[in-house]
């Protein structure tokens, strides 16, 4: 699989592809979404990560994906390309922020809001997500809309937590714990925009 990478970047760079700034405008991307049922973290060698870690919630990718291969199946998720753009397009617009460190959890939840102009939810009733310790976890909800807590469901569109939320939950999420406040709430924003988009 290295080799597709190699071969993909090297296609990019033959276009003229150059990286001026993360998520800027390019003249072309070429990502490796999936490969089969196989998973690849990065390295210190390599920023190969598959299956994309963006792939679940992104819009652009999932609409065309589902058109060429909507039974392929999330190796890490375990939905297909087909549930994936199913849940994207019904689940009502909401992002969950799930962190056994409260504090930052609500800080960036307020940072993410300030910049995307979502509204925040506080609702102590949500009680799915729970810590490896038993505890219930603070939620923060983050809408777009004016609904209440009371209509909020109990599978937003993505999971924001600060711990491996692929061992808790079943649909697309983001691990933010290794990452600077910075780029977690440069991460959160650019998903957010991306399920709009």
């Known amino acids: 699989m290295p080799a597709i990478f190699r071969l993909l970047q090297q296609t990019e760079r033959q276009l003229g592809r150059e990286t001026v700034e993360r998520w800027g405008p390019r003249l072309i991307d070429l990502d490796l979404l999936l490969c089969g049922d196989e998973v ?6 390599s920023d190969l990560v598959v299956p994309h870690p963006r792939m679940a919630f992104r819009n652009f990718v999932l609409r065309p994906a589902c058109e060429v291969a909507p039974q392929m199946r999330h190796p890490v998720i375990g939905w297909t390309i087909a549930e994936l753009w199913q849940h994207l397009q019904h689940c009502p617009p909401y992002v969950a922020f799930v962190f056994q460190d409260r504090k930052r959890g609500h800080e960036l939840c307020e940072r993410v809001r300030a910049v995307t102009g979502a509204e925040r939810i506080a609702d102590a009733s949500f009680k799915s997500f729970s810590p490896a310790t038993g505890s219930t976890m603070q939620v923060v ?11 909020i ?13 692929n061992q808790k939950v079943h649909g697309p ?3 933010v714990s290794q990452m600077p406040e910075e780029q977690a709430e440069i991460e959160i924003a650019a998903a957010i925009d991306a399920m709009q988009g």
Request: glycine share 4%.
């Open 173 to 175: 999420a983001i691990d």
């Open 40 to 45: 690849v973290e990065a390295t210190g060698k």
């Open 153 to 165: 469901p109990e599978r937003p569109k993505l999971v924001i937590a600060d711990f491996d939320i």
């Open 141 to 151: 909800w983050c809408a777009a809309t004016d609904q209440r807590p009371s209509e």
